[in-house]
């Protein structure tokens, strides 16, 4: 079994920063690649940040320049640095970790249970 648990969201005003966390735990054999994934009300889920397998990032254009992403994987752990939020950010924020397990052959994606980021005007 494995869990991916978030946490850093909450209520802030335009122009603030928050940093979201999430941490991978249980029987993983690897991790190919962890991220950060955004779904606003009425809105399809959409990339923010990821990590590649390669090891590089993606950034959606509209958060370039204002989020970070760092993965630490000694730890099973990737942030998300989150600066100049705006209204348009608000949104369930959720991790995701494509990973293999001590008892799969594959790797799968697995996602967390989502944090709420609230950004006021």
């Known amino acids: 079994q494995v869990h991916l648990v978030e946490s850093g969201g909450g209520l802030v005003q335009a122009g603030g920063s928050l940093r979201l966390s999430c941490a991978a735990s249980g029987s993983i054999r690897s991790i190919n690649s962890m991220g950060w994934y955004r779904q606003a009300p009425g809105k399809q889920r959409e990339l923010v940040a990821s990590?590649?397998?390669?090891?590089?990032?993606n950034y959606a254009d509209s958060v370039k320049g204002r989020f970070t992403i760092s993965r630490d994987n000694a730890k099973n752990t990737v942030d998300l640095q989150m600066n100049s939020l705006k209204p348009e950010d608000t949104a369930v924020y959720y991790c995701k970790a494509v990973m293999a397990l001590t008892t799969t052959l594959y790797a799968y994606s697995y996602w967390g249970q989502g944090t709420q980021v609230t950004v006021s005007s």
């Open positions: 990590f590649t397998t390669g090891g590089s990032t």
